[in-house]
């Protein structure tokens, strides 16, 4: 939990634009924190099952939930303070 709510707090805050955004920075924290540690499929599996019926939980619509689950990296080089956003879907 620290470390996603870390990697959240260190975002540069003229990225997030709206609740979506920091939505979607979240869900890239939680699978680099937590899901990219998982070593079975099944793990995986179960995981994104659990966020997804979280959302859905919390009313998120389908088409909000596929674009939050759509893979993406954020980056900062070299300490600038300029933040990169990729969607890898």
């Known amino acids: 939990m620290f470390h996603t709510c870390k990697g ?6 003229h990225i997030m634009q709206s609740s ?5 920075l979240w869900m890239h ?4 924190v937590l899901a990219d540690r ?5 793990d995986q599996q179960w ?5 997804r019926t979280l959302l ?3 009313g998120f619509s389908r088409d909000q939930i596929s674009e939050l689950m759509m893979p993406r990296l954020y980056a900062t080089f070299l300490g ?4 990169v956003c990729i969607e890898l879907g």
Do not use: G, M
């Open 38 to 42: 998982f070593t079975q499929q099944a």
């Open 8 to 13: 959240i707090i260190r975002c540069v805050p």
């Open 47 to 51: 995981f994104l099952t659990a966020v």
């Open 20 to 24: 979506l955004d920091i939505l979607k």
């Open 80 to 83: 600038e303070p300029v933040e």
């Open 29 to 32: 924290e939680c699978q680099r």
């Open 56 to 58: 859905e939980t919390n």
